[in-house]
C-alpha cells in the first residue's frame, strides 16, 4: 500500500457555516491522512471564511498566526440582546430602535481604537481550565477578566435599520458579537451579531481560500500541493 504524502505549510481553509475550527481539523485528517494539523483560531460555528490551517511543520506556526490581524464583515442586529451575543442564542430582550442614523456612526466610531473588552460567556476562552461556552451551557456565569483589544478600523458599509453591515479591522482576541454587543448597550436599544464572515487573517485572505469538499475535490485529483501554501520553518 502506498504511503500517504506528508505535506507542509498552511491551507488556507473557506470554513463554511456548521464546522466547529475543530470540526475542520477532523475532517482534514481525514482528506490529508495526516495527524500533524492545527488551526489558528477558533471561529463560531456559525461563523464562515478565512481558517488558516497548518499542516506538517507548518504547524510550528500556530502562534504566530494567531498572533496575526483580522478583518471581518459582520451584519448588526439593533434592538435585541441574546445570552450568546450572537443570534444562535437564547433571546434575552427586545426593544424598538429609535436611534438615528447619525447616532449609529458615531457609537460604532467611538470603539475605534483600544478598549477593554468583556470575553462573552459563550467563548472557548479558558478560567481556571474550564471552557467558558461549558459553564454557560450549564447556566453557570463566572467573573471574567477584561481583556484590551485594538480596533484598528470600522468601515460601515450599510444602514439600514435595525441591521447595519460593517468590516471590523481588528487585534488578535476580538469578540466581533461582543463589540456588537457594547455598540447595542452606547445606543441604549441592545445588539446582536446576526453573521459574520472572516474575510482575511493577516496574508490569508477569502478569494483565496479553498472549502473542505474543494479539498477533497484536489486531492482526488492529486493536485493538494497547489493549496499547500511553503511556509519555511
Known amino acids: 500500500m502506498e504511503e500517504p504524502r506528508i505535506y507542509n505549510g498552511v491551507i488556507n481553509i473557506n470554513k463554511e457555516a456548521g464546522f466547529t475550527s475543530m470540526d475542520v481539523v477532523a475532517r482534514m485528517r481525514g482528506i490529508l491522512r495526516m495527524k500533524k494539523i492545527g488551526h489558528t483560531g477558533t471561529l463560531d460555528p456559525e461563523a464562515t471564511g478565512v481558517l488558516p490551517v497548518c499542516v506538517g511543520r507548518g504547524t510550528k506556526l500556530v502562534e504566530k498566526f494567531m498572533a496575526d490581524d483580522k478583518v471581518y464583515r459582520a451584519v448588526m442586529l439593533l434592538g435585541v440582546t441574546t445570552d450568546s451575543q450572537d443570534m444562535t442564542g ?120 479553498v472549502t473542505l469538499g474543494e479539498l477533497e475535490k484536489l486531492r482526488d485529483e492529486e493536485r493538494l500541493e497547489e493549496v499547500v501554501i511553503d511556509i519555511q520553518v
Open 90 to 209: 437564547k433571546v434575552l430582550t427586545e426593544s424598538a430602535v429609535q436611534c438615528a442614523p447619525a447616532d449609529i456612526l458615531s457609537a460604532i466610531g467611538s470603539f475605534v481604537g483600544g478598549y477593554d473588552q468583556l470575553p462573552p460567556m459563550y467563548s472557548a476562552k479558558k478560567v481556571n481550565g474550564k471552557k467558558l461556552v461549558d459553564l454557560a451551557r450549564k447556566g453557570i456565569e463566572v467573573e471574567r477578566q477584561p481583556r484590551f483589544v485594538n480596533i484598528m478600523s470600522i468601515n460601515v458599509e450599510a444602514v439600514d435599520i435595525p441591521r447595519v453591515t460593517m468590516t471590523v479591522t481588528c487585534s488578535k482576541g476580538t469578540y466581533i458579537r461582543t463589540l456588537c454587543h457594547d455598540i447595542g448597550q452606547k445606543l441604549g436599544c441592545g445588539a446582536a451579531m446576526e453573521s459574520l464572515v472572516r474575510t482575511r487573517v493577516g496574508r490569508f485572505k477569502l478569494e483565496d481560500a
